[in-house]
């Protein structure tokens, strides 16, 4: 065995990690494969009953609303008692609230922004101190190509995920000296309930009055998006990544992937605004 694998093999042995958003999606199906290498996964969402199918792989179902600090607290603390220490905290909680600007109350504009981006620092700041006194872990942060990129009716989400990308960055600048990984996960479309949520609410919010004629158009487009195979990628394409960033010894900071991620990002930074706005119009 050569050190390198011998290190990959030590980096992958029962490694306590939590996950939040876990009911559904990409945080689901990463208890379940993380829970199948053996690690020993707890998986987080405020819906708990959704986590039954994962009891029989060994994964510890917990009732978690992020935007609650009593609940935030009461669970990473529960887990410390149970296993000493987080090895991996993985923040996939999160939703898109799409509508307007002028339309979107300010409230669930608020709501976003609690979930998205405070709901994330609150279960840093809660794993940091035991992650420090042991100067090991990591944290994985699931942003979005919309932290890079931007479309039309989805400025609130957008802002949380702009703000995720510069928070985990000036974050690893301070916890890397503590022995702490920060990695941000980047997907594309990705092949979830996410898309026809986001559309619907669209035109919930938006389906009426000076938006209504673009809301639409948009909200048909999302949802054509999120059901073709061919401008999709499966879950499991960001579930892969996420094991593989878990299990490396130096895990990359950015993992940008899943359909349409690359070019997206790469068209934004080469042309001028203008034109990617264009180049966003013709899609949405």
Do not use: C
């Amino acid at each position: 065995m050569t050190v390198s694998q011998l290190m990959e093999e030590l980096s992958m042995t029962n490694k306590v990690i939590l996950i939040t958003g876990a009911s559904s999606g990409i945080g689901h199906d990463t208890a379940k494969a993380l829970a199948e290498q053996g690690h020993i996964v707890y998986g987080a969402a405020r819906r708990i009953e959704k986590m039954d199918d994962l009891k029989p792989l060994g994964v510890h179902p917990v009732k978690l609303d992020v935007t609650d600090p009593n609940n935030t607290k009461s669970v990473v603390n529960q887990i410390l008692a149970n296993e000493g220490h987080i090895d991996v905290l993985v923040n996939n909680a999160g939703y898109g609230s799409y509508g307007a600007v002028e339309d979107v109350p300010l409230d669930e504009a608020r709501h976003q922004i609690e979930v998205n981006l405070l709901g994330v620092a609150d279960m840093i700041k809660l794993v940091t101190p035991s992650m420090r006194e042991r100067h090991s872990g990591t944290i994985i942060n699931i942003s979005s190509m919309a932290g890079k990129v931007w479309t039309p009716f989805g400025a609130w989400y957008h802002a949380t995920k702009f703000a995720i990308e510069g928070f985990s960055n000036a974050l690893r600048l301070e916890l890397e000296p503590m022995g702490i990984n920060v990695v941000i996960i980047e997907p594309g479309a990705i092949r979830t309930p996410w898309g026809t949520i986001a559309a619907d609410n669209l035109e919930k919010v938006s389906g009426n009055g000076a938006y209504a004629k673009a809301a639409h158009k948009t909200a048909k487009n999302m949802r054509k998006m999120y059901q073709s195979s061919k401008m999709i990628s499966d879950p499991s394409v960001i579930t892969k990544t996420i094991v593989r960033a878990i299990n490396a010894t130096r895990p990359r900071t950015h993992y940008l992937i899943g359909f349409g991620a690359k070019p997206a990002v790469l068209a934004s930074r080469i042309v001028s605004n203008r034109t990617f706005d264009k180049i966003i119009k013709r899609f949405m």
